[in-house]
């Protein structure tokens, strides 16, 4: 069986090996297994063959077949590269040194392109798996507004393709890619040995372009909302919402991040920024909850995605809770009861910018892990957070108020939960009742108060006992004389004369008790939110299934 002999070509010249005019070599056939029986020469002793087809599983003859130095630089390298051309059967052949290689192969009738950047060769026989050609793509690099990457170029490692900026139009193209897993796009200067990774992994489709924004971030993940039945099912667009992501070791490398979560960065899929909040981030451990306001959360969709971009150690960190929680959505106050208690007066950080910390009464508190994140245990000893008798969290005619909460062996018979209300502070026959409330009666089941200034109070009762000791989310809402309320992903409502509420000094997080007996509360509290908007069964669902334990809207592929 004839060998032939694989030369050494330069490549500096060259755009994109699709462009190249190389000369044609006839392949040693491979069809039937390992070539044996052959010798060394002067490239090297590792032996390597294969073949190519096309989508159909056809074997393809004359294709330009490349075989390059993993890290090779296509406008810097001096190594030699290795050609081939398939011959009737579609198979290639190369001796060369042992290491680590790519294989890029391009038709030389009808320009479809096939890469593998995974070839190990030993100092032994190797047949590679066939390569399958496709029609290419293009790889788009955005260049940022602070003219860098003005005085370099965008390549593709191991691959003849580079690109020049283009500073009339913001960016650089590179064209004729493979439709392929492109393990990284990078750049380097002219006039350095620098080399700076743009992102990593990058998917090209066949046929496709992709858009890399934001370069000056080295990584980035697509994140995927799934509304769909299979997911958090919701019927309507849902607008405004802070989105939960939770980081963890399976889903994002820790490591590959700066400043504890300070080089995040996320967009909608028009590359538009989107305002986020890093709720904690332990690197350590491997964990984070990250909160991200989308604009839109679409109904009944799998395909709509968020990216997260890190890796850029020069970017400040964006992190802010108030543009995520923004009163101008109807956040009043929201508490991610994750800090601890005892720390000082004003130690519970409202994350909204009404700034309504809450201070610990009492001392049999701590910090726990909670639903999401952490969360505050109170063990019943007189002791809840006293929040701010600010105006903003009154009663207006519309609020909303949520929770995440876990009763305990220990829970009282009757306590509230949360709330600004105040229940029979004076004798009972003085009773004067006002401000609203959640609160859990005797038979574990949830109310929903709310009291005019008089010995009166009206409540809303759910249908569900809660008897377990699990978390359960729980949300209140009254709007245009109806009051709502939802345990996990139960509803119920019911009418309630619209009269002006007079509003108690100060709020509270954990069981206050007042004078008609109820008990203060033993159990764990996490993510409370007051709203004065009137929140949709769609939001409120959202909520629940998102930051449940098994979350039911974010999908990680």
Request: include cysteine; charge should be negative.
């Amino acid at each position: 069986m004839k060998r032939n002999k694989c030369l050494p070509v330069n490549l500096h010249q060259s755009v994109a090996f699709a462009t190249l005019a190389l000369p044609v070599f006839t392949a040693l056939t491979c069809s039937t297994g390992i070539v044996s029986g052959t010798s060394g020469s002067e490239t090297g002793n590792g032996k390597i063959c294969g073949c190519i087809v096309d989508v159909s599983g056809g074997r393809q003859s004359d294709v330009q077949v490349i075989l390059l130095p993993k890290d090779y630089d296509p406008n810097k390298s001096s190594d030699p590269v290795l050609l081939d051309t398939t011959d009737t059967s579609g198979n290639y052949f190369f001796l060369c040194d042992p290491g680590s290689y790519t294989l890029q192969s391009i038709h030389l009738h009808d320009r479809t392109r096939a890469y593998s950047d995974s070839v190990i060769v030993a100092a032994n026989e190797t047949e590679l798996p066939p390569d399958t050609l496709k029609i290419p793509g293009s790889i788009t690099v955005s260049l940022p507004d602070d003219g860098s990457f003005q005085d370099g170029y965008f390549y593709i490692p191991g691959t003849t393709i580079y690109s020049f900026p283009d500073r009339t139009s913001g960016s650089a193209v590179l064209d004729s890619v493979p439709a392929a897993r492109i393990a990284a796009v990078c750049y380097a200067e002219t006039g350095s040995d620098e080399v700076r990774v743009i992102r990593n992994n990058v998917q090209v489709a066949a046929g496709g372009s992709v858009d890399i924004l934001y370069a000056e971030w080295k990584y980035s993940r697509m994140i995927y909302l799934n509304t769909t039945s299979s997911g958090a099912s919701i019927e309507n667009n849902v607008t405004d919402f802070p989105v939960l992501l939770r980081l963890t070791r399976q889903n994002f490398t820790f490591g590959q991040s700066f400043g504890n979560g300070a080089d995040l960065l996320f967009a909608n899929s028009d590359g538009v920024p989107l305002p986020f909040e890093i709720e904690r981030w332990d690197a350590d451990s491997c964990i984070a909850e990250v909160w991200v306001k989308v604009d839109t959360v679409r109904a009944n969709s799998d395909s709509q995605y968020i990216t997260m971009f890190w890796g850029n150690p020069t970017v400040d960190n964006a992190s802010n809770g108030a543009t995520v929680f923004d009163t101008a959505n109807g956040f009043q106050g929201v508490w991610h009861l994750n800090e601890d208690p005892s720390s000082g007066a004003d130690a519970l950080r409202d994350r909204t910018g009404n700034s309504g910390h809450g201070t610990l009464v009492g001392n049999d508190i701590r910090v726990v892990s909670g639903a999401v994140g952490r969360a505050l245990e109170f063990g019943g000893e007189e002791a809840y957070v006293e929040l701010p008798d600010a105006t903003n969290l009154d009663y207006h005619g519309t609020i909303t108020i949520s929770c995440w909460v876990r009763f305990n062996e220990n829970s009282p018979d009757s306590f509230n939960i949360t709330g600004k209300y105040s229940f029979c502070e004076e004798a009972i026959n003085e009773c004067v009742i006002t401000g609203y409330s959640l609160f859990c009666s005797s038979r574990r089941t949830i109310q929903l108060r709310v009291g005019f200034g008089t010995s009166l109070f009206f409540f809303l009762e759910s249908d569900v006992r809660i008897t377990d000791t699990g978390w359960h989310y729980i949300a209140g809402m009254f709007q245009s004389g109806v009051m709502t309320l939802f345990i996990d992903d139960k509803r119920k409502y019911c009418d309630f004369p619209e009269t002006p509420v007079p509003s108690p000094e100060a709020g509270f997080i954990g069981g206050k008790s007042f004078f008609d007996g109820t008990a203060s509360f033993t159990g764990e509290i996490d993510e409370v939110r007051i709203g004065s908007t009137a929140r949709t069964p769609d939001w409120i669902r959202l909520n629940y299934l998102n930051q449940k334990n098994s979350d039911a809207l974010v999908m990680w592929k």
